[in-house]
């Protein structure tokens, strides 16, 4: 490994307890400029990996580099990693100073060096007439902030993020992930943010890491885990889509619906042949609703409830089929009745289609 490698590799870790498989042959490169997170349903190692890149935990078999060094079998003192972690809460009876110091005083450093380090973080941070208060005196973001604060103020060469803002509610969580990527490019050092909620992966980071039962998913620019899905798990888990069971037609041309009277341009022929059982996920914006009685091709459908969302509506659709299928389009003007008879469509190009598993 030269200097001119990776900033971290993670090189076909696995991590096994007994019989079950935590991760499995795991390979994923990170560069200095990168917000990367870690997406997964619960169970699906994420945690481990990041236990594993911190050295609180030993791979089972494979390596991790970081700037080119083997770090493998280095403790976590020694690895140079911060770490902002959901259950390592604030010490409540120490004040956010002595919290923020905390790090520095377990690796022994000098008094001058520790009073720098917190004039540093207090600035980054904007923590300024915070550091003589208790953490019941400080609001939820400013929580977060002092405990962002402990997982820096060591000069990390890394941070590593485990669903920090998992309890926070949904407006403090939306402003924090703009600050904590705001940090990130600031910084300019890695962070490394494990969370199962796709929303906050997708707002965050430069790439998303897509882990399901140990194992890689799909890793890329987040723009390409949404809008291209190479696996249905990606498709299913990343954005909010409706799956449908279709089939090649004989000329390959078309899939057919299997449940509705409807055919979209079968768009990768050469993947999708005559006679294919295939599944199509449909990202809930990507729908097209017109009134029936313009007579286009698509599926019949009334409309069931309408709920505001902001910006957008959500059309939930009734087909007479067993599926509800919910339409999101942005509110531009007056929502469509109730029991409006509808036909939904889509265009080849927007969907994404599998074989059937
Ligand atoms: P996540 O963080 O994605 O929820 P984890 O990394 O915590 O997932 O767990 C991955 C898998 O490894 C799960 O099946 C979990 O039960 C198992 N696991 C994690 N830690 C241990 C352990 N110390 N002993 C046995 N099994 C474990």
């Known amino acids: 490994m030269t200097s001119e490698g990776p900033y971290i590799r993670i090189d076909q870790v696995s991590r096994r307890y007994g019989p079950v498989r935590a991760l499995d042959d795991l390979s994923i490169d990170i560069e200095k400029h990168e917000f990367i997170a870690i997406l997964g349903p619960s169970g699906s190692g994420k945690s481990t990996l990041l236990r594993l890149i911190a050295g609180l935990d030993r791979p089972t078999t494979g390596r991790i580099y970081i700037k080119g060094e083997d770090v493998t079998e280095l403790p976590p003192h020694k690895r140079g990693i911060g770490m902002v972690f959901q259950e390592f809460l604030l010490f409540p009876h120490r004040t956010v100073r002595e919290n923020l110091a905390f790090p520095l005083r377990m690796t022994k450093e000098t008094p001058q060096k520790i009073a720098d380090r917190l004039a540093w973080v207090e600035g980054v941070l904007s923590l300024n007439g915070l550091m003589d208060r208790y953490p019941n005196q400080l609001s939820g973001g400013q929580q977060q902030r002092v405990a962002l604060g402990r997982g820096l103020v060591a000069h990390p060469t890394l941070l590593l993020l485990d669903e920090p803002l998992a309890n926070l509610d949904r407006e403090l969580r939306q402003e924090m992930e703009v600050e904590i990527r705001r940090y990130q490019k600031q910084l300019g050092i890695p962070f490394v943010y494990v969370t199962h909620n796709q929303e906050e992966a997708l707002s965050m980071s430069d790439r998303v890491a897509v882990i399901h039962r140990g194992r890689l998913e799909a890793y890329g620019e987040r723009q390409a885990i949404y809008d291209r899905p190479q696996t249905p798990f990606v498709a299913r ?69 309408v709920v505001l969302r902001g910006p957008f509506l959500e059309y939930i659709l009734e087909t007479g089929g067993r599926e509800r299928i919910i339409a999101v389009q942005p509110k531009r003007v007056d929502p469509l009745p109730l029991g409006a008879s509808l036909s939904l469509s889509w265009d080849a190009g927007q969907c994404h289609v599998f074989a059937a598993e």
């Open 237 to 305: 888990f990343v954005g909010k889509s409706t799956k449908f069971a279709g089939v090649v037609d004989p000329t390959g041309g078309f899939i057919k619906l299997a449940d509705h009277d409807y055919a979209v341009a079968n768009a990768a022929t050469g993947l999708h042949r005559p006679g294919m059982a295939v599944e199509i996920f449909v990202k809930n914006e990507r729908f097209d609703l017109h009134p029936a009685a313009e007579g286009r091709a698509g599926i019949p459908c009334v409309v069931g409830d």
